[in-house]
C-alpha cells in the first residue's frame, strides 16, 4: 500500500509502485481531469501539481509521490465555486476540444502560485511544454492573464522574475532521462514509411 494525498485528502493505494500517477488517479480514484494524451511525457494533456510542482503524470511512478502533496484540476474548485484558473479559462472559453485545458491549467496554476503578476512572455515561456493541438493558444494566453488579475487585482503590476519551466519538474530521472525524451520526441516528429 502507497497512500497519496491527494486534493487535501489521503487515499491507500494497492497498486503496483511503478504504476504511473496518471493511471491511480483515473482509474482508482476516478478523477478525470488529467488526461492520456502521449504516453511519453511529450504533451502535458496529464499535468497535475506535486508540492506546487508542474509533473506529469503519465511518467511518474507513484513509489516517487509518498508524502507528497499532489493537486489535481478537481483540487482546484467545484463546478458551484470554481477557482480563479477555472473561472477564468470558462469565461474567455478557452477550450476547443478540451483535452489540453485540465494540463494547461495546472501549468498555469502553478506558474501564479510563485508569480501571480507574471508577464505575457513568462506565462508563454511556462506554457511552452503544453500543446494545445486545436491551437487555443491566444484564449489561453488570455484565461491565465485574466486569472492572474483575479489572483491580484486589477492595480497589479507584472514582474520581472522569470521562472524556468524545466526548473520546476519533479525529478522523474530514473523513470525516463531528458535525451531519451528528446530522442523520442524528435523520432515522433519524423514521418513513418508507407
Excluded: W
Excluded at 482508482?28 to 511519453?40: D, H, I, R, S, T
Excluded at 507528497?68 to 477550450?95: K, M, N, Y
Excluded at 511544454?129 to 489561453?140: A, K, V, Y
Excluded at 494566453?141 to 522574475?161: E, F, I, Q, Y
Aim: glycine share 8%.
Amino acid at each position: 500500500m502507497i497512500e497519496l494525498r491527494v486534493n487535501g485528502r489521503s487515499h491507500n493505494v494497492s497498486a503496483d509502485p511503478d504504476t504511473p500517477l496518471l493511471y491511480v488517479l483515473r482509474d482508482e480514484l476516478q478523477l478525470n481531469a488529467a488526461k492520456f494524451g502521449c504516453g511519453l511525457g511529450q504533451c502535458g494533456s496529464c499535468t497535475v501539481l506535486v508540492d506546487g510542482a508542474p509533473t506529469l503524470s503519465c511518467v511518474t511512478p507513484i513509489m516517487l509521490l509518498e508524502g507528497r502533496q499532489i493537486t489535481t484540476v478537481e483540487g482546484l474548485g467545484t463546478p458551484e465555486d470554481p477557482g480563479p484558473i477555472q473561472r477564468a479559462f470558462i469565461e474567455e472559453q478557452s477550450a476547443q476540444c478540451g483535452y489540453c485545458i485540465p494540463g494547461m491549467m495546472m501549468r498555469a496554476q502553478a506558474l501564479l502560485q510563485r508569480n501571480p503578476r507574471a508577464t505575457e512572455t513568462e506565462i508563454r515561456a511556462y506554457l511552452e511544454p503544453n500543446l494545445c493541438r486545436c491551437g487555443t493558444h491566444m484564449r489561453i494566453l488570455r484565461a491565465v492573464k485574466r486569472a492572474a488579475s483575479m489572483m491580484t487585482g486589477p492595480d497589479a503590476t507584472p514582474s520581472t522574475h522569470t521562472p524556468s519551466a524545466a526548473s520546476t519538474e519533479i525529478d522523474t530521472s530514473e523513470v525516463d532521462s531528458d535525451s531519451q525524451r528528446d530522442r523520442r520526441h524528435s523520432e515522433k516528429r519524423e514521418r513513418p514509411e508507407r
